[in-house]
């Protein structure tokens, strides 16, 4: 069955340092992936989406992802971190064994920021 | 701006009553979603449909029920609630064809039974 992992459900980063969480799938087919982000008491907000065309895709907020499909891979990068970027992230795939039509979740990672 | 709602957005009821959660969108979507999250965890899909009249289970059992009469509106009941059923509920919807469309989420109810 199609999985999603996320390495490190807690990353602590400095404000101004690297962002960097960590997601890989496992699909023999590429699927369709998606990074969420939630803050508290907040449903999920769409931070950005691969769908088989740039494998470096950007999104909002100046985060970025990169699809590596050697490295069955997803990771969400952002070079410089924000306190306002504290929150729960989730990676997503679009799993093609269903004809992509359930989208499983991550268990996600919650970052925090430190002044 | 996504466009779906979700009322109450906290409930605090006693065992046993009957509650139902409300979701509507405006966005015109196919596809509907609930999912269940306790805090800090991770999201788990109890329900979903693609349209009027559809209505499929999700990954995790769940003791709730759906309904779809409406496009746009897609509620959740609990016929009993039991403190097991404590956590938060988050509604989204998206287009019929999921192929690189993403979901939109409701701000989530976070139910508390007693």
């Known amino acids: 069955a199609q999985s999603v992992t996320q390495l490190g459900s807690h990353v602590s980063v400095s404000e101004g340092a690297l962002v960097l969480l960590r997601c890989n799938y496992s699909?023999?087919?590429?699927?369709?992936l998606f990074w969420y982000v939630q803050y508290p008491n907040q449903g999920l907000q769409l931070l950005l989406k691969?769908?088989?065309?740039?494998?470096l895709v950007k999104g909002i907020n100046g985060f970025e992802a990169e699809f590596k499909k050697s490295e069955t891979s997803f990771h969400l990068t952002k070079p410089s971190a924000h306190m306002s970027d504290a929150a729960e992230y989730f990676c997503?795939?679009?799993?093609?064994?269903?004809?992509?039509?359930?989208?499983?979740f991550g268990p996600g990672t919650s970052l925090s920021v430190i002044p | 701006e996504a466009d779906i709602y979700q009322t109450p957005r906290y409930l605090v009821i006693g065992t046993g009553k009957k509650i139902t959660l409300e979701c509507s969108q405006t966005?015109?979507?196919?596809?509907m979603y609930w999912y269940q999250q306790d805090p800090g965890m991770e999201l788990h899909l109890i329900h979903y449909?693609?349209?009027?009249?559809?209505?499929e289970k999700g990954d995790l059992s769940s003791e709730s029920t759906v309904s779809r009469i409406r496009t746009e509106h897609f509620p959740l009941t609990l016929e009993s609630a039991r403190p097991s059923h404590t956590s938060q509920y988050l509604c989204?919807?998206?287009?019929?064809?999921?192929?690189?469309?993403?979901?939109?989420f409701g701000q989530g109810t976070r139910l508390t039974v007693v």
């Open positions: 966005m015109g979507h196919d596809k």
């Open positions: 449909s693609y349209g009027v009249n559809s209505t």
């Open positions: 997503a795939v679009s799993d093609p064994k269903t004809s992509y039509d359930k989208v499983i």
């Open positions: 989204a919807s998206s287009e019929l064809d999921p192929r690189g469309t993403e979901a939109f």
């Open positions: 691969y769908t088989s065309a740039a494998t």
């Open positions: 699909s023999s087919v590429p699927p369709y």
